[in-house]
């Protein structure tokens, strides 16, 4: 049984790996991938206003110590306007600026670095999401395995009570010590031992997959093979690729940021005032619009932003190597890995069916008095431990499976059911 709250005093059930994968898309995990490749955009946006013109509005009010024009003024002016000069000691202004890039070479590498960036944080986003949903398989083998061992255990259990029945009657009737139910009932409590510490691990793995989905397990999802595994590209190498070509457009961007750049400028404003010579208002509107040449000869930050962008791309560059290596290298060992376990599962099962066997010959022999209460006991254990290993290599192929098919970026919601 599953249950997962949707609203407060709200639950359903859900018996599909579909389900667990479907919450994982829900859930924080993913949201905050989504959220990063909503930044990236931004980013882009970004660098892509500084194109266009800036366009303000301005409001100002100054005084002076000696009367001051409004704007510059012709001697054949003044004439004509005298006595109302303008110029006063107390000057308003409003008017508006207007200014946008015409060339600067380094906004354009920019933008095309912000948008290299924009898709590492979408295949970032998608990484994410298949590593999560191959933890997601993973745990659920593990809880799946938890439990299975959980159930050899009670059926170790029952065998030993009914063990524990036979030696007890001998043991009252004299045929055999009292030593000989010590240790059935040492054995007994051992395994209450064992199941309690495999309750406290289920926990651990019931948290983990709530953590990432969202939904509470009671018990694992039942799981099979939906589809065939898909190898090509190792796709967590995908993000580290358009990161290193961020970097390297970086490095491009820094450099441009010598380049000559053109600028254009404009403004316009209304000033106001009182005429000194007489008095009366005056106002003078004024602007100009001009185009702006900066070339730049010494740049020493400039420089050092440079070479630290070019660390940055070496590093990067290394880290993608280091983990093209680690991933071929990783995911060859894992493909092998793969067919050893679907081997080791066939042998396991066999190896179940003959200690089943053995068992009930022993348990046979045991009762007619022809073998030891100690070798008994191990034919018990031989049972225990050949399920345990079978057990143990399906979780495994279960986990190795996920990871293969995260490392070759296959859909787990189409390999698993």
Known sequence: MLLISLLPGTAFQAATMQQLFEGLKGHYQTQLGELEVRQSVNALELVKAQLYPTIRL?????????????????????ADVAPDFPFSRNIARIGATLSMPLYVASLYTLADRAAVMQRSAREKKRIDVLKNEATL?????????????????????????????????????????????????????????????????????RALIENLSGIELTRAVPMRKGGTLRKGELAPLRPLREKAEADRLAIDAQRKKLYPSLHLNADISRGYGESYASGRNVQRDYGGIGVTLTVPLVDLPNYRSIEKARLAH???????????????????????????????????????????????????????????????????????????????????????????????GNDLQKLVR
């Open 58 to 78: 301005f409001g100002s009010t100054t005084h002076y110590n000696s009367p001051t024009n409004l704007r510059p003024v012709t001697p054949t002016e003044n």
């Open 137 to 205: 398989v993973g745990a659920n083998a593990n809880l799946r395995y938890l439990e299975e061992l959980r159930q050899a255990l009670h059926q170790k259990r029952s065998t030993l009570r009914t063990t524990e029945k036979i030696v007890r009657y001998k043991v009252e009737s004299g045929r055999a010590p009292r030593s000989a139910l010590l240790k059935v009932q040492d054995r007994l409590e051992q395994i209450e031992i064992a199941i309690n510490s495999l309750e406290i691990q289920r926990e651990n793995v």
């Open 314 to 408: 070496q590093k990067s560059q290394t880290l993608l190597a280091q983990s093209a290596e680690e991933l071929r290298t990783r995911a060859r060992s894992r493909s092998r890995q793969l067919r050893l376990l679907q081997r080791s599962l066939s042998l396991h099962r066999r190896a179940i069916v003959h200690q089943k066997q053995l068992l009930k010959m022993a348990r046979a022999s045991y009762q007619k008095g022809r073998m030891t209460l100690e070798e008994y006991l191990r034919y018990v254990d031989a049972l225990f431990d050949a399920r345990a290993r079978y057990f143990q290599s399906k979780a495994q192929y279960w986990q190795t499976l996920a990871e293969l098919a995260f490392l070759y």
